[in-house]
């Protein structure tokens, strides 16, 4: 009686540790769907890339508006390499200016 008790115990163990596993193996935030809205440059404060293959089943980019709002857009559009471009260009300012002025508003420091 005790080897079937001891046995389950096994199962039990091994039953969790595979759901722990696979559970801390799984994305959290991935965009399902994207749009393809042109949303102004100057609204966007932050961005990030979501690249098929790597937990996610869409190539695309997360912009973060600057009051922290995620929107998915396509990887491969033209006006989202501006905006990009933009923030890039925003952030290099905002660090040489310490983050100072209304231009920054919403950006987080590095």
């Known amino acids: 009686m005790a080897q079937w008790g001891d046995a389950k115990l096994f199962l039990c163990i091994l039953f969790f540790t595979c759901c722990t596993v696979t559970l801390a193996q799984m ?5 399902l769907a994207v749009k393809n809205k042109t949303i102004d440059k100057y609204a966007i404060a ?10 996610c089943s869409l190539d695309a980019t997360i912009l973060v508006t600057r009051r922290d709002k995620k929107l998915c857009v396509p990887a491969d559009e033209l006006w989202v390499h501006e ?12 660090k040489k200016n310490k ?12």
């Open 46 to 55: 932050d961005y990030g890339r979501q690249i098929n293959g790597q937990g």
């Open 83 to 94: 905006v990009v471009r933009h923030v890039d260009s925003l952030k290099r300012h905002c």
């Open 99 to 110: 983050y100072k002025g209304r231009r920054c508003f919403g950006l987080r420091q590095e």
């Open 27 to 31: 994305p959290m935030d991935c965009c």
